[in-house]
C-alpha cells in the first residue's frame, strides 16, 4: 500500500483560509467516504479533527472543515489562528481492509 | 475520559523483538471498539501497524503482518505489541489508538513512546 499524497507545506496569514490536499487513488480515497483528518502540534500525539470526510468530532472548530473529490480529498481551515500551525496527516480506509496515512503537510501561519 | 499509556523499553537491538504495552484507563476494552496500534519514524508520517478486538480479531499491516503479534489481556485491560525481527528501521514513536471501525478512524490516542534499535 502507497502513502496517500499530501504537499510538504502550505501556509497562510491570521485569517485566511487554506486547504491541504490528500490524493489516493481509486481503492481507498476515491471507493470509500472514510477519509480522516489528524493535527499533530510539535512533540505532541496526533488529534482527529475529521472522519468520514466531512465530520467534526465534538469540540473540533467549525473553522475546519473537510470534502472530497474522485481521487482528492480536501481539508479546510478558515479563520486560520496561530493555535493552527501543525502538521496535518490524512487517513483513508482502503479495499484491502487497511488503513493508510499521509506523508503529511506543515501549517505555518505567517 | 478514555487514556491510553504505552509502556516498554526505549532502546531494542538489531534482530530482537520489541515488546511494548497499553493500557487503557476509564474505559474497558471488553466493552467494544477495536484498539490498535501505529507509529511514526522520526520527521515521518503515521503508519498503522494493526488493529486487535477483545475477542482477539486482528487486522495487520501486510507490510508487517509477518513479525506482528498484537494481544489483548481483559483481565488487566491493556493491550500489547510484539515486533519482531527489528532493524533500524522500526526506530519510531509509537503510538496506542482506540480504532473506531464504524468511521474507520482513530479517534483517542495515547501520548506515545520512542523505541530506538541500535546496538
Known amino acids: 500500500q502507497s502513502a496517500l499524497t499530501q504537499p510538504p507545506s502550505v501556509s497562510g496569514s491570521p485569517g485566511q483560509s487554506v486547504t491541504i490536499s490528500c490524493t489516493g487513488t481509486s481503492s481507498d480515497v476515491g471507493r470509500y467516504n472514510r477519509v480522516s483528518w489528524y493535527q499533530q502540534p510539535p512533540g505532541t500525539a496526533p488529534k482527529l479533527m475529521i472522519y468520514?470526510?466531512?465530520n467534526r468530532p465534538s469540540g473540533v472548530p467549525d473553522r475546519f472543515s473537510g470534502s472530497k473529490s474522485g481521487n482528492t480529498a480536501s481539508l479546510t481551515i478558515s479563520g486560520l489562528q496561530a493555535e493552527d500551525e501543525a502538521d496535518y496527516y490524512c487517513n483513508s480506509y482502503t479495499s484491502s481492509t487497511t488503513w493508510v496515512f499521509g506523508g503529511g503537510t506543515k501549517l505555518t501561519v505567517l | 475520559q478514555v487514556q491510553l499509556q504505552e509502556s516498554g523499553p526505549g532502546l531494542v537491538k538489531p534482530s530482537e523483538t520489541l515488546s511494548l504495552t497499553c493500557a487503557v484507563s476509564?474505559?474497558?476494552?471488553?466493552?467494544?471498539?477495536?484498539w490498535g496500534w501505529i507509529r511514526q519514524p522520526p520527521g515521518k508520517g503515521p503508519e498503522w501497524i494493526g488493529s486487535?478486538?477483545?475477542?482477539?480479531?486482528?487486522y495487520y499491516n501486510p507490510s508487517l503482518k509477518s513479525r506482528v503479534t498484537m494481544s489483548v489481556d481483559t483481565s488487566k485491560n491493556q493491550l500489547s505489541l510484539k515486533l519482531s525481527s527489528v532493524t533500524a528501521a522500526d526506530t519510531a514513536v509509537y503510538y496506542c489508538?482506540?480504532?473506531?471501525?464504524?468511521?474507520?478512524?482513530?479517534?483517542?490516542w495515547g501520548q506515545g513512546t520512542m523505541v530506538t534499535v541500535s546496538s
Open positions: 489508538v482506540r480504532h473506531v471501525l464504524a468511521n474507520d478512524d482513530f479517534d483517542i
Open positions: 468520514e470526510v466531512n
Open positions: 476509564h474505559y474497558s476494552i471488553s466493552s467494544g471498539y477495536y
Open positions: 486487535i478486538y477483545h475477542s482477539g480479531s486482528t
